[in-house]
């Protein structure tokens, strides 16, 4: 690759001018249209009575794809907008345009569904299997039997359009409060105010009395909006559950586990398996705390690095690292990650302004993707990179799919990207130069194993005891941060001697109104990426074709036939999760075998 590589993303190849782009308000007047007529071609159908008369919906199918498509590349394009630059008013007024027009498109989409759950039932089967059809029939096939279970046609399309201003602009809401906080940082002998991307990175360095200071100050600044975070975590929630009430649905898990694919039953084996192993984990804490010579560790100690020595990784350097190691893999996913470098696909600028966090966002139209995140050096750095890249070759290998095909939920887009990330952070482990290098890099594996079987289930706890809650009263800051704690002291089995009360607070997922629960597909994703990693390191290079191929089904089967057909395995049984969690249980062995004189000192 040619250095230096620019850390600053280019969004011109998608529309040219920004939020006050021409091209892209000429773009949404043309969809804006489109999805007006196909409302009314929709309003004048009736459901077809033969297998002969459902030829006649193909161009509709068509074209129900094709506008689904370019409202993505749009809304895609608006998301990196608002990410880039928290004060870009007009990115923000577009959003919630394209808000109002996804509530449209969603509108459509119910009318849709009513004309597919309207069709008898032997009809239906046989247009699924017309050639024409066969490629997105698992896709009809599921949003004809949810549209079974919700409200009228009319009831749907209303709830869709009040939501725009109700529920999404709640989570709209919450991303303003987050622009406008500032954390102080002393920095050559001056205060500087960081943004609380620049400040979350901060709390992951080397120096234990700086990450201390910085998470006071951190636990300080959510402290003084938690009034504000709490009432709109409340009216997403109430909105929510008063939809689910209105469809009949009794579980708040109804919808997400519809969303991904999955049953509760996989869902309960999955965390009762993690439940079972965590005692190993637990150890490892322990260890990591005589390690860094505390009793306890504090909350902001489990992510920290360990020794003194900050080695800062420099961008270009992880790129090439990150190249390196995934073309041992595949070339082809090598290839994709160097376009992303080279064509500027990624944004990591470390600057004032950007919202937290990182994210891949898929461009279907232009068949590219755009990465987001802040870049600071850090070990954790470089592995988010690897993970969004994981993200952005999912979606490469499926761009030639059907639309209806490339739906794919969020536990299977975290499988792809963990996958990534553990290819980068386990070639670095065998590959380190001294045992020194080897506990550090060892140790940031482990970190990931802790975030997903502790640190998401205590996300998982909070969020299923605050909708208990929710459902006969509002959950004030003070409850919230109770609750918060209770789940990480369970999550954590009670390792740690402080805890992070305001994380609801501080946590983007849990207002995120485009996918409820926006917790357990991660940890899904970690272990059946581990799963697979391990088939791979068996199989050698021929897995990566049939990596490609399971990547490709992600989006017309559920979790349990995607396992069973490409992995032969039963997800709803706790064989294939233990054998997942013992890939990370052996890490945390070897730590424990290279720390062992920690324990005797």
């Known amino acids: 690759m040619n250095h230096p590589l620019n850390q600053t993303w280019n969004l011109e190849p998608i529309f040219t001018g920004g939020s006050t782009s021409e091209e892209l308000h000429t773009y949404l007047q043309q969809v804006t249209k489109d999805i007006a007529t196909l409302v009314e071609r929709l309003g004048h159908l009736s459901a077809p009575t033969t297998v002969e008369q459902t030829a006649d919906f193909d161009e509709l199918l068509d074209s129900l794809q094709d506008v689904r498509i370019r409202l993505r590349e749009a809304g895609a394009f608006a998301g990196c907008l608002t990410a880039q630059d928290q004060s870009d ?3 923000l007024r577009l959003s919630a345009s394209l808000s109002d027009l996804s509530a449209k498109l969603q509108g459509l989409f119910v009318q849709f569904q009513s004309l597919l759950l309207h069709t008898n039932n032997d009809v239906f089967q046989s247009w699924m299997q017309r050639p024409q059809v066969a490629p997105v029939s698992f896709y009809l096939s599921e949003i004809r039997a949810l549209a079974g279970e919700k409200m009228s046609p009319e009831l749907e399309s209303l709830a869709l359009g009040l939501a725009v201003d109700g529920y999404h602009g709640w989570s709209d809401f919450y991303d303003t409060i987050v622009s406008h906080v500032r954390i102080p940082f002393e920095q050559d002998g001056q205060t500087v105010m960081l943004s609380a991307g620049q400040a979350a990175n901060k709390m992951s360095d080397t120096n234990r009395e700086l990450r201390e200071d910085m998470f006071r100050k951190w636990e300080e600044a959510w402290t003084g909006v938690e009034d ?10 109430g909105f929510r559950l008063k939809l689910y009430d209105n469809r009949g649905w009794d579980s708040v898990l109804k919808e997400p586990l519809a969303i991904n694919r999955m049953s509760e039953q996989t869902l309960q084996t999955m965390w009762d398996v993690i439940v079972k192993n965590k005692p190993i984990f637990v150890a490892y804490l322990e260890r990591k705390a005589q390690v860094l010579g505390v009793d306890r560790l504090s909350w902001n100690d489990v992510d920290a690095p360990l020794g003194t020595v900050d080695s800062r990784v420099s961008y270009d350097d992880a790129a090439d690292l990150i190249v390196e190691q995934f073309r041992k893999f595949n070339p082809e996913m090598a290839d994709f990650a160097v376009k992303a470098f080279e064509q500027r696909w990624i944004e990591a600028e470390d600057r004032a302004g950007k919202r937290p966090g990182g994210f891949c966002t898929s461009l279907p139209r ?6 987001f995140m802040t870049y600071s050096g850090t070990a954790s750095n470089v592995s988010t990179l690897a993970h969004e890249l994981g993200h952005g070759y999912h979606q490469h290998v499926m761009n030639d799919l059907p639309a209806f095909s490339q739906q794919y939920a969020m536990n ?7 996958f990534a990330e553990m290819i980068v952070a386990d070639s670095l482990v065998k590959g380190a130069s001294n045992a020194e290098e080897k506990l550090s890099l060892l140790e940031d594996k482990i970190q990931r194993s802790i975030a997903f079987f ?4 205590a996300r998982f706890l909070f969020e299923t005891r605050f909708y208990e809650q ?3 009263s509002m959950v004030g800051s003070e409850q919230l941060n109770e609750l918060m704690e209770e789940a990480q002291r369970e999550a954590f089995c009670d390792t740690l001697s402080s805890y992070h009360p305001h994380f609801w607070a ?3 997922h849990f207002y995120k109104t485009g996918v409820p629960f926006y917790n357990f597909p991660y940890t899904f994703g970690y272990l059946f990426s581990t799963g697979i990693y391990a088939l791979a390191q068996q199989e050698g290079a021929g897995f990566a074709a049939r990596y490609d191929a399971l990547l490709q089904d992600t989006g017309r089967m559920t979790v349990e036939q995607l396992a069973h057909k490409h992995l032969g395995v039963d997800l709803t049984q706790p064989e294939f999760w233990q054998g997942a969690i013992d890939v990370s249980i052996a890490d945390v062995k070897l730590f424990l075998e290279m720390t062992e004189e920690h324990a005797r000192s």
Not at 366 to 371: G, L, M, N, V
């Open 412 to 418: 299977v887009a975290e499988t792809a990207s963990t």
């Open 470 to 472: 929710r459902r006969s």
């Open 228 to 237: 504000f975070c709490a009432d709109t975590l409340n009216h997403i929630a």
């Open 454 to 457: 502790m640190n998401i289930h």
């Open 89 to 91: 008013k007009q990115a």
């Open 366 to 371: 232009s068949k590219e993707t755009r990465i």
């Open 506 to 508: 501080s946590k983007l």
